[in-house]
């Protein structure tokens, strides 16, 4: 019997998403949260004493800086060569991007396979055969399983690859391939990486996505970590899901329906992160909040969701001293049915068609001029996780969705004044 740790999508060093333009976020938390979590990985490969670690794929975040974020890697190497435990990694498109990654000499029992073509390491002490490529360039569109090897009669084969297998939304379509393909090579595990959501693709033989070990922005929410793989006497591996990350990320949708006042939101958002803390006792928690339903609060909420905002937020710091922090909140509640019957036929007309655009953001799109706001725009705000996506229809979907309430209430309350 033996262990070994399977883990993928490091992105050692990713830099911030924006957090540190909202006051009061976990700035410096979020900045180091890559290295700590990275760090567990390493201790946990040592406490429970596994005969070796799988890296498959996106160590690092593309090119460096400076030579910082590779040394203090080889540091880590080091701490795992030291209590007899070697590595073997393949390079994902992250990876590849890297000049300084190609230079750089790593500690011994660091095994990096070849991106010319598969390789195999073969573990003799455990009759174990690893095989792997890593990508050549950024961007490997074709299936590098397809010439990976036939499983060593004899050997518990374990396969390394990095890939979105037949498609995984929003990863980009590198080195894709089918589980019939990675099947028909009759490997005993499947170590895969680039999806950095957790899940099992395949109990027989496992095939399995770790997730990235570190959630970076809204979008990498839960639990992340990676796989501590035990394999019994006749050779069938378990494998258990490990978590690593230091601070966890939540999407967070509230229905406030039976609301009737804003301090009312308050209060069940407050149950809602009560809970949230309760289920992740040990780690920071950032939040970002979806306040939904026809809610007699609506109007409070609408007239100043910066004021609301930071009430939530002083909620959320009351709470749970400092553990959690609501990155942010967006509003899609309406008022009750009763409400909307009383208005005048022109809003009537015009929610009606507003939800129209919603249900087709094609339509959407026809009616924005992309080129004129482009120009109006400043540049840092069409770049990175929150850019302003002017060309994506449902993007603009969204960004309606999210004014509407606001927009509603403005447009009554003026209805109302006259």
């Not at 596994?50 to 974020?69: C, E, I, P, Q, S």
């Not at 040394?71 to 435990?85: D, E």
């Not at 909307?340 to 655009?357: A, F, G, K, V």
Request: proline residues 5%; aromatic residues 8%.
């Amino acid at each position: 019997m033996f262990k070994f740790l399977h883990a993928a999508d490091i992105h050692l060093d990713s830099p911030l998403h924006k957090l540190d333009h909202y006051e009061g976020a976990p700035v410096e938390e979020i900045r180091q949260a890559t290295r700590r979590a990275f760090e567990n990985l390493i201790n946990l490969a040592i406490a429970e004493k596994v005969a070796f670690v799988l890296l498959a794929g996106d160590l690092y975040d593309g090119d460096w800086k400076d030579y910082n974020t590779g040394l203090y890697f080889a540091s880590q190497m080091s701490k795992l060569r030291k209590a007899g435990i070697p590595v073997y990694i393949i390079a994902g498109n992250h990876d590849a991007a890297s000049k300084i990654t190609k230079t750089l000499k790593l500690p011994e029992g660091v095994k990096i396979f070849s991106a010319d073509t598969p390789e195999t390491v073969q573990v003799d002490e455990l009759d174990v055969a690893i095989h792997g490529q890593s990508f050549a360039s950024p961007s490997v569109t074709k299936d590098l399983s397809s010439g990976y090897p036939y499983a060593i009669e004899g050997c518990f084969n374990i396969g390394m690859l990095h890939t979105c297998v037949t498609g995984m939304e929003g990863h980009e379509p590198y080195a894709p391939c089918t589980l019939d393909g990675l099947q028909s090579r009759d490997y005993d595990y499947w170590a895969l990486g680039h999806v950095h959501k957790h899940e099992v693709l395949l109990e027989t033989p496992l095939i399995i996505f770790p997730g990235n070990i570190q959630g970076r922005h809204i979008r990498e929410t839960g639990p992340k970590g990676c796989m501590l793989v035990t394999v019994d006497e006749r050779m069938r591996p378990y494998a258990d899901f490990r978590p690593l990350d230091v601070i966890r990320w939540f999407d967070l949708e509230i229905d406030v329906s039976t609301a009737e006042t804003g301090y009312d939101v308050v209060a069940m958002i407050e149950g809602h992160l009560e809970r949230l803390l309760e289920e992740n006792p040990e780690l920071p928690l950032v939040v970002r909040l979806k306040i939904v339903g026809d809610s007699m609060a609506h109007n409070e909420l609408a007239a100043d969701m910066e004021r609301w905002t930071s009430e939530f937020r002083s909620a959320a710091g009351d709470l749970g001293g400092g553990k959690i922090w609501i990155e942010r909140v967006k509003l899609h509640t309406e008022p009750p049915i009763e409400m909307m019957e009383s208005m005048s036929e022109p809003m009537t007309e015009l929610i009606q068609y507003l939800d129209e655009l919603q249900a087709d953001p094609e339509l959407l799109r026809t009616l924005v001029d992309i080129e004129d706001l482009r120009k109006k725009l400043p540049g840092e705000l069409m770049e990175g996780e929150d850019a302003v996506r002017l060309d994506d229809a449902d993007w603009l979907a969204g960004v309606l969705e999210e004014v509407q309430p606001m927009l509603i209430h403005r447009l009554l309350k003026e209805e109302g004044s006259k």
